[in-house]
């Protein structure tokens, strides 16, 4: 039995993986693949499992009864956050253009049949697979309000909710909170990788700091957004952080130079480096013969926290 050929990717796709995101990037491959596949294309294999976000096997278990309802809800709120994904690629897609190397291309094509039969995969399109809630919000107003000489920043944002489940949350909502989950700044985590030799467009699994309570569900994505997305990689470490990175050290001295700073007699070093608010990426390119595998860095590196806001709806701001 051959197996239908797959479809091509334009040369800007890992671009729009760089700019839109996992999940977004997912949608404009899918779009493009979909183009190309026929009707009664099916997939070479059902054996495997894995998605650019989230995926699981065709084969599910049915939903009770009693459990109709709560069903309906979750599917209702996984179209609506797969719209607000499709929306925002809409939106940046005019922006991609810029053409890039052969490798990442060849890289996107391992996922083709994820992404071509996504229905047979059952794949699911994510913002942030460690947030059942989470959704893509656009940012419609943003300002600082504070002095640029302050020592504290205030801003103002505004974000629109409208056709999400957001929009439910918020209206009427006095006493509850909404969690922002920031992200790294995406040209400082370009000097990152670059400065370890690590690809971004490689894709790893993110099941360390993504764990799905379904069972055979892989969570995948790409280094680049492990990094400015999930791994909080301008933070400030713990001594903690510096007795597991010692071991990847491959020069004895730098070594010996890291695992010194857990000691008492280095604690007023480790605070100088404190109180300079040193963060994981200066530690990591500080020591040259590190040599730590890409899926070891979530062990090392804790997720970026949330920011809880309290809200308190205003019909008289916004009418």
């Known amino acids: 039995m051959s197996s239908p050929s797959a479809p091509q990717l334009p040369p800007w796709w890992p671009k729009a993986a760089a700019v839109a995101g996992g999940a977004a990037a997912t949608l404009i491959t899918l779009r493009l693949l979909s183009k190309g596949a026929t009707s009664d294309s099916k997939p070479a294999t059902s054996s495997a499992k894995a998605t650019s976000t989230r995926a699981a096997p065709a084969a599910a278990a049915p939903a009770g009864k009693g459990t109709a309802d709560a069903a309906d809800s979750a599917k209702a709120l996984l179209e609506a956050k797969a719209a607000a994904v499709q929306k925002y690629v809409v939106e940046v897609g005019d922006k991609i253009g810029e053409p890039v190397a052969a ?72 006493g509850k909170a909404l969690s922002v989950y920031a992200t790294n700044d995406a040209d400082a985590v370009k000097r990152f990788l670059d400065a370890m030799g690590l690809d971004p467009f490689e894709v790893v699994s993110a099941e360390e700091i993504a764990p799905q309570d379904e069972e055979g569900v892989v969570v995948l994505t790409t280094v680049a957004k492990l990094f400015t997305q999930y791994l909080d990689l301008f933070g400030k470490p713990t001594r903690e952080f510096l007795k597991k990175l010692a071991p990847y050290a491959q020069d004895i001295l730098e070594k010996v130079k890291i695992a010194e700073l857990t000691l ?3 604690t007023e070093e480790f605070q100088d480096r404190q109180a300079r608010a040193q963060t994981y990426a200066e530690y990591l390119t ?28 205003s019909s008289d701001y916004r009418p």
């Open 264 to 266: 008492e007699r280095k």
């Open 286 to 313: 500080e020591f040259k013969s590190l040599r730590i595998p890409v899926d070891k860095y979530a062990e090392l590196i804790p997720t970026i926290k949330q920011r809880v806001y309290s809200i308190c709806s």
């Open 103 to 174: 490798k990442p291309l060849d890289a996107a094509a391992d996922l083709g049949k994820y992404l071509a039969f996504k229905d047979e995969y059952r794949t699911r399109f994510m913002a942030r697979p460690d947030v059942g809630e989470g959704q893509l919000l656009k940012v419609t107003d943003w300002r600082r309000l504070t002095p640029e000489t302050y020592d504290r920043t205030t801003f103002h944002v505004e974000v629109d909710v409208s056709g999400t489940s957001v929009e439910k949350l918020v209206n009427g909502a006095n």
